[in-house]
């Protein structure tokens, strides 16, 4: 039996900070779906099948996410709690959701968020209700991106695997939007690097169950990064606006963007079908730099805010599927709320992933 170096599993404790939360939905002050344990069931499963040798990130700075990342969301991220607490706009310390959006027809008044106090600026960079920010978000959002990048470098180096543990996730976040439980864009933030070191053909993968209309829009009118997405149709799914097949890309971006909305209650036959046609499209754009897979397990059969029908085994069958590209992967940990079984999802699907490869557990 060959012997072959462990997958390299990047994780870091910063997630923790970013705890405490509560998202405004339907009406409803709930709980986060977002919530540390979803990282540490991810790591105990892996331990516990003895996958991965789990290391820290190193530290990339603030270049790389002002690579994607418009500066005004990178500093409101990091300095709004603080703000707020400077300003008493947040009693008793509670997180902050933007109470006022800059949505499009506000805008096209020509108003902008300039002069107004980072608290109230929000909703001038926030998608939803969904995405509080507490005292530990921004260093658990820099340390996410660490993560990634960290993976990133792994792959570059040689590693024909690597799985960055991410947390927050990263999809939904734009240039200048937060959103989506997501902060910055930390698979869009690889890709980014791996064009600036040298790939001239980067592609994206994106399996969670939402459309990922950060990283979408990222790359919309580039033709240096493909990005495939498969994900619940928009037309009853978060974000609702964006993630139709008609959604190609444009200039120099057009075909680039390829969605697959999914019906509810698809199971693995029919994601396996998409899956197919997806990793088609990946072959064909021929990328020259490792794939990003931006993965979630938020497409699980009892998901709380999914409804896509895959089963803990089904997993394997489409890291298999992802496996058949045979390209060096960046695996990028994005949703996935079922925390029972996130672990045992993350174990199938990684597992499956390390039995492909010249990799060892
Ligand atoms: C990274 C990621 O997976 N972000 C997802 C953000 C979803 N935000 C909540 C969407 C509203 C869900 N409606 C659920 C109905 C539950 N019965
Ligand atoms: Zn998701």
């Not at 690579?67 to 607490?85: F, G, K, N």
């Not at 340390?143 to 990048?149: G, H, I, Q, S, T």
Request: aromatic letters at 8%; proline letters at 7%; one cysteine or more.
């Amino acid at each position: 039996m060959a012997i072959h170096a462990p997958l390299p599993v990047v994780h870091s404790s910063a997630h923790l900070a970013h705890d405490g939360l509560v998202e405004v939905l339907a009406g409803h002050e709930i709980p986060c779906f977002e919530r540390p344990e979803r990282i540490t069931e991810i790591e105990r499963a892996l331990a516990g099948a003895g996958i991965g040798a789990f290391e820290e990130p190193t530290e990339h700075g603030a270049d790389p996410i002002l690579a994607v990342h418009d500066a005004a969301l990178v500093s409101l991220i990091e300095h709004a709690w603080t703000d707020a607490a400077t300003a008493g706009a947040n009693p008793g310390g509670r997180p902050l959701i933007p109470d006022t959006f800059l949505v499009a027809p506000y805008r096209a008044g020509g108003y902008g968020p300039s002069g107004t106090e980072r608290a109230n600026r929000l909703g001038a960079h926030c998608l939803d209700t969904a995405t509080p920010i507490v005292a530990g978000t921004y260093p658990a959002a820099r340390a996410a991106v660490d993560v990634a990048l960290t993976a990133a470098d792994r792959v570059l180096s040689g590693a024909p695997l690597a799985y960055a543990l991410c947390r927050p996730p990263g999809h939904h976040a734009a240039r200048e939007m937060y959103g989506g439980y997501c902060f910055f864009n930390n698979a869009a933030i690889v890709a980014e690097s791996l064009v600036r070191r040298g790939g001239t053909r980067v592609a994206i993968l994106d399996v969670d169950y939402h459309h990922g209309n950060g990283t979408q829009q990222l790359f919309w009118d580039r033709g240096d990064v493909l990005y495939v997405s498969l994900h619940a149709d928009p037309a009853r799914a978060f974000p609702y606006f964006s993630g139709h097949a008609y959604e190609r890309g444009s200039g120099p971006g057009a075909d680039a963007t390829r969605n697959f909305p999914l019906p509810a209650g698809t199971a693995v036959d029919g994601y396996l079908a998409a899956l197919a046609e997806a990793c088609a499209l990946v072959e064909a754009f021929a990328p020259d730099a490792p794939l990003v897979l931006s993965l979630g397990f938020d497409t699980f059969e009892r998901d709380p805010i999914g409804d896509l029908a895959l089963r803990t085994e089904d997993y394997a069958r489409v890291a298999t599927a992802v496996s058949g590209l045979h390209r060096p992967t960046i695996v990028v940990q994005e949703g996935g709320y079922a925390i029972d079984a996130i672990g045992a999802n993350a174990v199938s699907f990684i597992g499956a992933l390390v039995d492909q490869r010249a990799v060892g557990a």
